[in-house]
């Protein structure tokens, strides 16, 4: 196809030269002829490069990637923990029951502040009629400090309430009665369970007997009692109470 082309062309030119063109443009044909020569061979350039089958790109190969492996979850194994121990509860006692309750609110108060001396130490004398029992506490005048002694009495069911009366009567008058019943069971408060709390001065008095004059100091004091127990025997409530007081002046 394409050297037929060619052919043709190059005969066509060879006809124009061969029919008497002149001379003087032999030149001019020349040129034309070379200029139709050489577009010839560019279009049979060109044909051949559209005849030629088109390269597709060239691909490449798609790299093949291996899909994950799976892998199973470590194995974590629970800490190993020691099952409790039994522990037995502590053993709580109950409380004491004691025989005798004794409520300081609800008993018959004697206070004595004097003798056939005149003033002397406050004694303070609680009566628990119903629980046949008498606590007794002596509150000392020999200074404002006022130290508390105490002690708990008990007696035998069988005892009177006159028999109680007479009992605190010889502990601290000096008319005694012959037949008094005798505590079963005697005992001293530890020391700090009854204290004074706190005291003011009220005035001043004479002793009262000619024997020994003086002037003494009045106060009033405040009384605080602790809870105590004497084993199964007896408890004594809490409380809190007044009393009076003389001191002797400097």
Known sequence: ???????LLVGLAGL??????????????DVEQ????????KEASEEDATDQPKTKPREEPKSVVDPPIAVDPPVVNPPVVDPPIAVDPPTVEPPVAADRILDG???EKLEVRHSMLGFRNTLLFY???DEKTIVTLSIGNTD???PVKGKIHLFDDATTE?????WINNQHSDGLFPEVPTPTFTGELPEGTCSVTSHKQTGTSENPSPISPATFKNYEVKLSMKEHAIDKKVKLSAFTDTASAHVKSK
């Open 1 to 7: 196809m394409r050297l037929l082309r060619l052919v």
């Open 16 to 29: 124009l030269v061969g029919c008497g063109l002149r001379e003087d443009d032999s030149a001019s044909r």
């Open 34 to 41: 070379t200029d139709l020569e050489l577009r010839a061979a």
């Open 105 to 107: 609110k609800k008993a």
């Open 127 to 129: 009566t628990f009629k």
């Open 144 to 146: 404002e400090t006022f």
């Open 162 to 166: 006159e028999g109680l009366k007479k």
